[in-house]
């Protein structure tokens, strides 16, 4: 029997309106499907509308046209741009703010996949940027989703914490066999983490290149020696280069 | 090289302040002899000496002083209380949004003189137009607090599966308890005007009573001498309550 994807979206559009009446395409005729056990990462350029994608995936946005379809109901988390820890509470209470009571056991568990055993009572202002990724990430997985949608989360991490973060997310998709929707401007951020990427050009937002990476390696700097990331890099670069007239994007490489 | 910033860069205010002390006393005692657009140092403190003497100033700011600070705290009280529940009523009935608004349509002079003639000059009368002030006062930077707070909040509300209930009293109810001690100087000074104000049309007790006897008197340079103390007092008021409301938000610290 074929497992059905986690969400499909179907033709999706969106339109934007703004005070003036004025309609904008942000979406444009979007298809993919999301597959259990994946990590799918999403290239776009600059204000392309990823993050009006990364919402409707996570069902917080209704699209304006084409169909979405959920099978997982509200086994989907996501994981904004910014991590949205509450600065009143404390690492276990942040948590388990979804909950009735704490888990203190499932807590230090998922807080020691993500690197912060030790750090329950630490409140988040205390600590780095890193560190709340890392929290948000942790709180993410505590409630055992099926898909995690990452909007652009990892973008303003030093590099030192970035591949940290991508090893123990890699991980912590293995431990909790969940899958991710990453969401990224990274190109170096998609190729070290996802087993497919798929990239979307601007005005409007629509798919251009859809491809499986495969890498064996799970240390990230094992991995951006590799020759084979390298092409693919290329190849990334290579699709924009010959959409829209040459003109290259502006990314992160 | 990184150095300490000088005592002077660190304390702009309160340097400014008393550089201009320094040069207005210097101006008008020593240089400006004959010529005074503004009353001398050495005239506001005999003038200050004479009010104090002739004039009922320390039964007038007692009054003054216990009837705001009894209020706000007895204000402050109630909605560390009752916040929550106010939270609930709102999120369930945001028509309620509109109650804090009615300063804007009927004028505050209107209920000065209201509770005036209800209340026949005494503290009760003005206790009780205090405490509705500030009710009103605090009840709108709650509902405030509540419509402004952090999108990224409501996105992991609805993201994390939240409970309602849970989402008001662990993250709604919080975050808006910290605007509120935010705005606890602010909203003092603004009692003490209206406290000022209402003593000043009933002509009932406190610091109001005693600038209207001073207007009547035409005793310009006491009443400039008064005003230099309730500025002094409303200066320290401010720094404690603004001292309070920052320790208590322990996680900024």
Not at chain 1, 28 to 36: G, K, P, Q
Not at chain 1, 233 to 251: A, L, T
Not at chain 2, 33 to 52: A, E, I, M, N, R
Request: hydrophobic letters at 45%; proline letters at 3%.
């Amino acid at each position: 029997m074929k497992l059905s994807g986690l969400i499909e979206l179907e033709n999706v559009s969106y339109h934007h309106e703004n005070d003036l009446g004025e309609s904008k395409i942000i979406l444009d005729d979007i298809s993919l499907r999301i597959e259990a056990n994946t990590i799918v990462s999403v290239i776009a350029p600059k204000d392309a509308g990823l993050s009006s994608l990364m919402k409707i995936c996570a069902n917080l946005m209704e699209p304006s046209s084409g169909n979405y379809k959920n099978h997982i109901n509200k086994e989907i988390i996501f994981l904004p741009t910014e991590p949205s820890t509450f600065p009143w509470l404390n690492v276990l209470d942040n948590m388990n703010v979804m909950f009735k009571e704490n888990n203190e056991y499932l807590t230090r568990e998922v807080l020691n996949q993500v690197g912060l055993d030790g750090y329950e009572d630490q409140f988040p202002l205390e600590s780095s940027y890193s560190f709340r990724v890392r929290l948000a990430l942790a709180r993410s997985i505590i409630t055992n989703p099926k898909l995690i949608v990452v909007d652009e989360s990892f973008k303003y991490l030093v590099d030192e914490d970035r591949f940290d973060i991508y090893e123990k997310l890699k991980a912590l998709q293995k431990i909790h066999n969940c899958s991710f929707l990453i969401g990224t401007r990274n190109l170096s951020e998609a190729l070290l983490l996802s087993n497919r990427i798929i990239l979307l050009a601007k005005d409007p937002c629509s798919i251009i290149d859809d491809f499986e990476v495969n890498f064996t390696q799970d240390s990230c700097v094992e991995l951006v020696n590799n020759e084979d990331f390298l092409q693919k890099r290329n190849r990334i670069i290579d699709s924009y280069r010959y959409y829209k007239n040459h003109q290259m994007y502006r990314f992160t490489i | 090289m990184n150095q300490e910033p000088r005592a002077i860069f660190k304390y702009p205010v309160a340097t400014t302040l008393l550089t201009i002390v320094l040069l207005y006393t210097v101006f008008t005692e020593l240089m400006l002899t004959g010529f005074y657009p503004l009353p001398k140092p050495s005239v506001l403190y005999t003038s200050f000496c004479d009010v104090y003497n002739n004039y009922p100033l320390k039964e007038g700011f007692l009054d003054t002083f216990l009837l705001t600070t009894v209020a706000l705290t007895f204000v402050y009280l109630f909605y560390k209380i009752f916040g929550l529940w106010l939270s609930y009523i709102y999120i369930h009935l945001p028509a309620i949004k509109h109650l804090s608004n009615f300063y804007k349509y009927i004028p505050i002079v209107f209920f000065a003189g209201l509770f005036i003639i209800l209340f026949d000059y005494n503290y009760y009368g003005e206790f009780l137009f205090l405490v509705m002030f500030l009710i009103v006062q605090l009840g709108g930077v709650l509902i405030k607090s509540i419509e402004n707070m952090q999108q990224g909040y409501f996105e992991a509300y609805k993201s994390l599966n939240m409970d309602q209930n849970l989402f008001v009293k662990k993250v709604l109810w919080k975050g808006s308890l910290v605007e509120i001690k935010k705005s606890l100087p602010k909203v003092y000074h603004k009692l003490i005007l209206v406290a000022i104000g209402y003593e000043y049309l009933g002509l009932s007790v406190g610091m109001g009573k005693i600038i209207k006897l001073l207007i009547d008197l035409q005793d310009y340079y006491g009443l400039f001498s008064v005003m230099i103390v309730m500025g002094i007092y409303m200066f320290v008021i401010d720094r404690l309550l603004d001292f309070y409301s920052y320790r208590t938000r322990f996680w900024e610290l």
